[in-house]
């Protein structure tokens, strides 16, 4: 693989469940990024990562958790989905989060909750 | 607080040149990503602009103005493929990108 991977591509997702997308990346960057997509607004930061262990809150954060155990990996968990979390969500990274790295995208997961 | 604000939508012709403005508020200030997104696509790197002036990449060319607060993308030559929205990004203080709602391009024939 060469990028940024996110999987699943879409899901329709019932109110309450769980529900886990994964983001991997190939590119040996350090920072990671969560942003939720929505029409008429622009991306907003949801849960950001520095660094292989550290982890950040964004701009809305409330109701996502994220871990990252390594470099590559940086999956972000929705609890207990509701409606309103139904978005598009692209996973990015850059080479480092304290300076003008430019940030790439992964292709994204159309998220619906039901 | 921190706002981006872009026009919601154009249109241009074929071949014709387009501007698509930006304006900005941050915490402090350290330069302006431009991205395009295809629909149904991942935005994707265009340009990035720290000090005033005009930077030209092809047919792509990006304008600050610090002081002004102020941003613009240019498009020459325009093709079909253009169509996209095009979306701006300025860095605050603590390195995160604010980004507007973007600017959805309708190229026409």
């Known amino acids: 693989i060469a990028g940024i991977t996110q999987a699943p591509t879409s899901q329709i997702l019932a109110a309450g469940r769980r529900m886990t997308l994964r983001c991997t990346q190939d590119m040996r960057h350090n920072a990671m990024y969560w942003y939720r997509q929505d029409l008429g607004l622009g991306l907003r930061l949801i849960h950001y990562?520095?660094?292989?262990?550290?982890?950040g809150k964004g701009e809305v954060p409330d109701g996502y958790s994220v871990s990252r155990a390594n470099t590559d990996d940086f999956p972000l968990t929705l609890a207990s989905a509701v409606p309103s979390q139904t978005s598009v969500y692209f996973c990015?990274?850059?080479?480092?989060?304290?300076?003008?790295?430019?940030?790439?995208f992964g292709p994204g997961t159309r998220l619906t909750v039901l | 607080g921190q706002n981006i604000d872009q026009p919601t939508e154009m249109t241009a012709t074929e071949g014709a040149i387009v501007q698509i403005n930006c304006t900005y508020q941050?915490?402090?200030?350290?330069?302006l990503f431009w991205y395009q997104q295809h629909a149904g696509e991942a935005p994707t790197f265009l340009s990035y602009n720290v000090l005033d002036g005009l930077e030209e990449k092809g047919r792509f060319s990006s304008f600050l103005s610090r002081s002004k607060g102020y941003s613009y993308l240019l498009l020459k030559e325009l093709q079909m493929k253009d169509s996209a929205s095009y979306l701006c990004?300025?860095?605050?203080?603590?390195?995160?990108?604010?980004w507007g709602a973007g600017t959805k391009l309708i190229i026409k024939p």
């Open positions: 990562s520095n660094t292989a262990g550290t982890t």
């Open positions: 990015a990274s850059s080479d480092s989060a304290t300076n003008t790295d430019t940030q790439y």
């Open positions: 990004a300025a860095l605050d203080s603590n390195y995160q990108l604010i």
């Open positions: 941050t915490s402090g200030f350290n330069g």
